[in-house]
């Protein structure tokens, strides 16, 4: 299985903020990354597909790059419905995986 | 607009059958992947499995033996049935559709499952 370790696992930030998030794969998983952000009670929505693509309705704030095996998730400027967690999804190969999440609070 | 609503039992005992199913509106049932993940309290996500329209599963090798997933393409729902269930299959389980090439797109609802004697 491929592994995703992401990093933080944990964030404090300010309203305004800039943040990485950072998601490391085992093995390569070419461009074949998605990053979710999840709100307490709620479904995770996806945000950006293929690696660096931002979904329809995201804003631009959000922003994903890399390729092979390191993938960052960039926040240009924190609001306040953005302090949830964050996760990573590599669909390269089966098993589908999840990196652990990352919790941004505010600080 | 695509919906995903999802339904089943949400309080089991130990080795009973978590069964689960998932309606699709405003989109083609085929073309997609049909997919759950389950989310125990407090933690991540993990990918349960997903099948196709025509009955084509691919499924996490450590729940192979428990899990059998299926489709109804005549009502655009799937299901999910994982037995012999125990305290650690506890946890929020969703429904979610994958395009080809894309990772998961649209989600249902969630549902909480508890398994506890």
């Known amino acids: 299985d491929i592994q995703m370790t992401q990093s933080p696992s944990s964030l404090s930030a300010s309203v305004g903020d800039r943040v990485t998030i950072t998601c490391r794969a085992s093995q390569g998983i070419r461009n074949d990354l998605g990053w979710y952000r999840q709100k307490p009670g709620k479904a995770p929505k996806r945000l950006i597909y293929a690696a660096s693509t931002l979904q329809s309705g995201v804003p631009s704030r959000f922003s994903g790059s890399g390729s092979g095996t390191e993938f960052t998730l960039t926040i240009s400027s924190l609001q306040p419905e953005d302090f949830a967690t964050y996760y990573c999804?590599?669909?390269?190969?089966?098993?589908?995986?999840f990196g652990q999440g990352t919790k941004l609070e505010i600080e | 607009q695509v919906q995903l609503q999802q339904w089943g039992a949400g309080l089991l005992k130990p080795s009973e059958t978590l069964s689960l199913t998932c309606a699709v509106y405003g989109e083609s049932f085929s073309g997609y992947y049909w997919s759950w993940i389950r989310q125990p309290p407090g933690k991540g996500l993990e990918w349960i499995g997903e099948?196709?329209?025509?009955?084509?599963?691919n499924l996490k090798s450590s729940l192979k033996s428990r899990v059998t997933l299926s489709v109804d393409t005549s009502k655009n729902q799937f299901s999910l049935k994982l037995n012999s269930v125990t305290a650690a299959d506890t946890g929020v389980y969703y429904c979610a559709r994958r395009e080809g090439g894309r990772p998961l797109d649209y989600w249902g609802q969630g549902t909480l499952v508890t398994v506890s004697s």
């Open positions: 999804l590599q669909h390269n190969s089966y098993p589908v995986t």
């Open positions: 099948i196709n329209h025509s009955g084509i599963a």
